[in-house]
């Protein structure tokens, strides 16, 4: 079910561009050799925040690469992002990954 959410463009800006990392992330790294995957993304308002959550079937974000410590000029970008959303990031990599973004629907 699809539903509408209205989004300041203040708010709408970084998302777009956090939004576009993860999926580049996803399209580079969670399907090699040709390998067919699915992403699907998710925008919800609840309680007063915004939770953004990405996630994708492929090989999954190995254990060892900690994604807070700048490893890649992309998740860079997405910690620089994150702070102007006063927004937090979560990993789950059970089955391929999956990045929960959270952050206030006002700023």
């Known amino acids: 079910m699809l539903i509408e ?15 576009n990392e993860l999926i580049t992330n996803s399209l580079q790294h969670a399907f090699p050799v040709a390998r067919e995957g ?5 925008l919800n308002n609840k309680n007063g925040d915004f939770i953004l959550i990405v996630r994708d079937n492929g090989i999954g ?5 900690d994604i807070s410590s700048h490893v ?5 970008l997405i910690d620089l992002m994150l702070d102007q959303l006063h927004g937090k990031m979560e990993l789950n990599s059970d089955h391929g990954s999956e ?7 006002k700023k």
């Open 61 to 65: 974000i190995p254990d060892n690469v």
């Open 5 to 19: 959410i209205k989004m300041d463009i203040q708010l709408a800006i970084p998302c777009g561009l956090i939004l």
């Open 72 to 76: 890649t000029l992309g998740f860079y």
């Open 99 to 105: 990045i929960t973004i959270k952050f206030p629907s």
């Open 38 to 42: 699915k992403i699907t993304i998710e």
